[in-house]
Structures are given as C-alpha cells and as structure tokens.
C-alpha cells in the first residue's frame, strides 16, 4: 500500500463533506490513512486513488458507508458536560408537573453513552411517566454498537453510582470491565440512522435536542443548513444544546440563547409538519 498523497487526501476531503457535510482539515491527512488503509488491504488495493474510484463507482455502496463510518466516528463517553444534564432534570421535573410526555432526541448520538445518559435521567426523574428518546446518526456502524449497550467501565467513569447499580449490569468472565445498559432502559431508546445534511424524515418534535461536539467539522454554510432543519424539530419553549466549545453565533437562526452552549425556542414558534419516522 502506497501512502496517501495530498491529491488523494483532497478528494477523500471532498468525498466526506459531499455525504455528511463534514470539513477536514489538513491534520486529519494521517487519520484518513490510518482508517481507511485497513479497507486497502482488504480488498487488495495497492493507492488511495484506486480506493476513491471504487467508492466513486457507484457499484459498492456498502463499501460508500464504511467509509463514511470510519471517517465519522468521534469517541464519546457516559454524562459528558454536566451542564447539560442539570438542565436536563430541571425539564424532566417540569415535565413530571405537567405529566406531560418528554421526548429527546440525541441528533448525533455516535455508539449511544449520550442517549443512555438521558434515559438514566428520565428514569430516575420521571419514574412511570411518559417519555422518549431518539438516537440518530450517520453511521450504521455506531448504531450498532449503540443497539448492543455493551460499554467499557472507562466510558462510565462520570455515571453516578446509583446510576451504575440501577441501569447498568457489571461483566464478568469475558465481559469483565464492561458493562451492559439494563434491558428495561435499552427498551426506551430508539436508534436510527439520519444525515443531518438532509431534509428531516418525520421524527416528531421534542422538548430537547442535543447535537454536541459535532458542528465544529462542518462549514459555515453546513451549519446554517443543520440548524435550520434541527430547530425546527423542536417543540416551541424546547432547548437545544450544543458542545461548549461550539456556538450558533452568526447562522441566521431564531432560537434565543439562555446560556453558554444552550438554546431555546421562541414559545411562539410554529411546529415543523413531518414525513416518515426514521426508527421504522
């Protein structure tokens, strides 16, 4: 196998912004090599740019989402930024008061430590109430390991005890220093697999979504686009959080900022109408 030449490594930049809307720059020259170059000794291909013409041939889509999941995957783990989860119990409280049901959907839910860490929270705050989650992302390979729930005890490192004891089964023999999501919390989250990049299938509206450390890799533009289509799945006077590290600043959007990384919409506001549910 040849290393990745900087022509190659533009078209495989080209390649993951035209399918998920993401921008690489130049540093992730090597992760690009490192990923992909395990697909190049599998099927035997000596260049980069013999690869890109496979996957730009249009006769192996499966081979166009492994790509696009390995190039994808950002690495996660369990209650990542509190501030967010202490806005989270406030709603699910207020929602308990109301005895409303209470829906959220994890918008780039990666391999499922951000979807499982709310349902602890409506769990626990919600007792037998009602209440939803959707986890949605690009890649089928991290749905996946959302759907297992099988996780290392590294990722849990910031799950409160009681939480561990409650909704979590400890490994052992060959499992041990993993652990597996409760059966009865897996059974309250759904996954499925949506490109933000596109018009939204009918998912219903929610009272929260969370599209975290993710819109740093997309452009200006992408941005505008996604936020645009994310804040109008939101109920009016239902928040959206992103990373701290991220901000809405200068997209054109409507929403109203009420702290760092954290955002509401207008109570006035219209509900977007739907098509088909992404989790069918």
Sequence with gaps: MRPITDT???????????????????AKQALVSGRLGKRLNLHRIESFGDYF????????????????????TNET?????????????????????RGSNFRVWS?????????????????????????????????????QHATRALYSMERAR???????????????GEYEGRLLIAPELRRRVRFGQLNLNEPLPDIGSFDLVLLRNVMIYFSD????????????????GGHFCVGHSETLNNLGHTLEQVAPSIYRRPPCSPCRPGARDVSQ
């Design 53 to 72: 013409q496979m996957l730009a041939s249009g006769e192996h889509p499966d081979e166009v989402q492994t790509a696009v999941d390995l190039l994808t």
């Design 221 to 236: 533009d992408t941005k505008r686009g996604v936020v645009q289509r994310v804040s109008s799945a939101i109920k009016p």
């Design 8 to 26: 190659e490594f533009a078209r495989f930049q080209q390649f993951i912004f035209e399918q998920a809307g993401i921008t690489l720059s130049s």
């Design 158 to 172: 910031h799950v409160p005890q009681e939480y561990l004891r409650r909704f979590c089964m400890k490994g052992s």
């Design 107 to 143: 918008a780039a839910s990666s391999s499922g430590e951000e979807a499982y860490s709310v349902a602890m929270v409506l769990a626990d705050c919600l007792e037998g109430g009602p209440w939803e989650i959707l986890g949605t992302d690009i890649s089928t390979q991290v749905l």
């Design 77 to 97: 783990y369990f209650f990542r930024e509190t501030k967010h989860f202490e806005l989270l119990r406030t709603l699910a409280l207020q929602a308990r008061e």
